[in-house]
């Protein structure tokens, strides 16, 4: 069974910053992404980021390429991403997520967990 471990969402003030973690298990695999998806109420779930090791770095947007930073460590089988200078519409479920077959593989995510709530208030 796939296993995430969420954690890092809260409350901030829009310009501010939070860090999310996870870690994640249960699946086996050499060409996997992992990274974040998030949904914002009423809107449909989007791509947020995602590494691996054949593409590095990726985000689906430019504002996420500006803001966010992804990273990885792997002895502790942790996904971090770093989110700077948050904005309202920022403020989104955001889960932990992995595809299989490498990054933004849309749908993306094979497997995502139960997700960590930001909430950026203006």
């Known amino acids: 069974e796939v296993q995430f471990v969420e954690s890092g969402g809260g409350l901030v003030q829009a310009g501010g910053s939070l860090k999310l973690s996870c870690q994640a298990s249960g699946f086996t695999g050499d060409d996997y992404g992992i990274g974040w998806s998030r949904q914002a109420p009423g809107k449909e779930r989007e791509p947020v980021a995602c590494?691996?090791?054949?593409?590095?770095?990726?985000y689906y947007s430019a504002s996420m390429k500006d803001r966010f930073s992804i990273s990885k460590d792997n002895t502790a089988n942790t996904v971090y991403l770093q989110l700077n200078r948050l904005e309202p519409d920022d403020t989104a479920v955001y889960y932990c997520t992995v595809e299989m077959q490498g990054c933004f593989v849309i749908p993306w995510g094979d497997y995502w967990g139960q997700g960590t709530q930001v909430t950026v208030s203006s």
């Open positions: 590494i691996s090791s054949a593409d590095g770095p990726q």
